[in-house]
């Protein structure tokens, strides 16, 4: 099983307007605590004994919630700014800053703003050959980059298709093997000018190395002002959680 995860925790959070002004959004408090709490408790609970935080942006707020936590969860800070610079930017970005942290072992991808079940988590962290990838049946697919898939291995991925194609959305919770970071090196600055993680993910699936998982449980995009109060709602009625 896999007991290593990269936590991206390096962005703004700038959909979070006024609540992520003097801190990352990852820090925003949800029932008194980081939301980022939340995000590592469920790694934990999921097996995960090194939590490897990517951090950037208001990084000694982030240094200061490793220190306050240090009992509880295994961190191992990367500055990715220190290592890549300010300038290179995208999803793949704080992969690439953790390559030396994961020592050639396979590891799970999450992004500090997200939120899944530690079963979610453990349903990817299968120690084998394969990347996987996960996805969650969605009402509303064009606002995400969708999966397409030929039965369990993924095939391609759409970004926000215009025109129906699938309902299974990219969550963005995925397992990869080391050898992700030589393709992250083949990759080049996508159309948005950022180096695109599902750039990555596509040349690896065209090899036949990706299968997809389905999310069971939750998954909570934590992105904008009212998600703390659908958070907080949730973690009321699911004090385990």
């Known amino acids: 099983m896999i007991t290593k995860a990269v936590i991206a925790a390096a962005g703004k959070g700038t959909r979070m307007l006024h609540l992520a002004v003097n801190k990352p959004k990852h820090l925003i408090k949800v029932r008194n605590r980081p939301f980022l709490y939340y995000v590592l408790q469920n790694l934990k609970e999921a097996g995960i004994t090194k939590m490897i935080l990517v951090i950037g942006h208001k990084k000694e707020a982030m ?24 300038e290179k930017y995208g999803t793949a970005i704080p992969v ?63 970004e926000k298709p215009k025109k129906f194609v699938s309902d299974l959305v990219y969550t963005g919770l995925v397992k990869f093997t080391p050898e992700i970071f030589n393709i992250i090196d083949q990759i080049g600055i996508s159309p948005r000018g950022e180096y695109e993680l599902t750039d990555a993910i596509r ?39």
Request: proline share 4%.
């Open 63 to 86: 240094e200061e919630f490793a220190r306050e936590y240090r009992d509880e969860f295994p961190i191992e800070l990367v500055n990715q700014f220190e290592v890549a610079g300010t």
């Open 96 to 158: 690439q800053c953790a390559k030396n942290a994961v020592h050639g072992e396979s590891f799970l991808v999450i992004y500090g703003d997200n939120m899944y079940s530690p079963k979610d988590i453990q349903s990817l962290a299968t120690d084998d050959e394969f990347t996987y990838i996960s996805g969650l049946k969605h009402t509303h697919p064009e606002k995400y980059g969708v999966l397409l898939k030929d039965e369990e291995f993924l095939s391609d991925i759409i």
């Open 203 to 241: 040349i690896l699936a065209k090899q036949g190395k990706v299968k997809v998982k389905e999310i069971k449980d939750y998954w909570f995009d934590f992105g904008n002002p009212a998600d703390v109060i659908k958070v907080s709602n949730f973690l009321e009625k699911n004090p385990e959680t």
